[in-house]
């Protein structure tokens, strides 16, 4: 089984509306982390978002939000006024046990289009 | 801040040739990571070292790869003989030492190599 699943191949949205990019994944540890990395066409990875099993709080950095669901292990990434800018492959990622542990296992990955 | 900075950024080879990628971390992380990247396997993780030792190199395809840390600001990955199915973008990443249970341990990319096995 997938640990990661990103079942939204391609998403397109008009600029200025918000965007929700789908991520749901499969651990059976207690403690984990979940990352949204972006990939722009110039193909270089930035990381986007961080959210921990522990964390009570939904992150949000600036315009990205995770609507983090525990019992249902999604982690969405939640995209305010998308900008054209925006438009490019957005991976989720789960690191699975504490902190010492740095391994990351990526989904597929989303084509995010925005339209003017 | 400079980030990880990867080189060279395009690579096109002959089949058998070698060919050397190489790394520099970001100043003061202690853990780096080598990953591929291609259409049919996504991003996968190929090694990774933390404080210049290898921890786990279970992603490595075959003999042919190989990667070496000799200092905490340089690190390359190689691949000799160099094949046609080799071609991909590599991405090189560092982390910051996390020794927290439930530390974030952020991992910080390069613009990656995109490598083309002729």
């Known amino acids: 089984a997938q640990k990661i699943t990103q079942t939204q191949p391609g998403m397109f949205v008009q600029e200025k509306e918000a965007v929700t990019l789908d991520c749901t994944y499969d651990t059976s540890d207690q403690s984990y982390g979940l990352f949204w990395y972006k990939q722009p066409s110039s193909g270089e990875m930035i990381f986007l978002i961080y959210?921990?099993?522990?964390?009570?709080q939904n992150a949000t950095e600036g315009r990205y939000s995770l609507n983090f669901q525990k019992a249902r292990k999604s982690a969405n990434l939640v995209i305010s006024a998308s900008q054209l800018g925006d438009s490019a492959m957005y991976f989720c990622?789960?690191?699975?046990?504490?902190?010492?542990?740095?391994?990351?296992?990526f989904g597929k990955g989303t084509l995010l289009t925005v339209n003017p | 801040d400079a980030g990880v900075i990867q080189s060279p950024r395009h690579e096109v080879t002959e089949m058998g040739q070698e060919v050397t990628l190489r790394c520099k971390p970001i100043?003061?992380?202690?853990?780096l990571f080598w990953y591929r990247q291609t259409m049919m396997r996504g991003l996968e993780l190929l090694i990774y070292f933390n404080n210049n030792v290898p921890i786990d190199d279970s992603g490595m395809p075959e003999d042919r790869f190989s990667a070496k840390m000799p200092n905490a600001s340089f690190s390359t990955l190689k691949i000799q003989p160099s094949e046609p199915r080799d071609s991909a973008v590599y991405f090189c990443a560092s982390s910051p030492k996390g020794e927290r249970y439930l530390a974030k341990n952020i991992q910080y990319f390069g613009a990656g190599t995109r490598l083309s096995v002729l």
């Open positions: 100043s003061g992380h202690n853990s």
């Open positions: 959210q921990g099993s522990y964390d009570e």
């Open positions: 990622a789960m690191r699975e046990g504490p902190g010492s542990n740095y391994k990351l296992t």
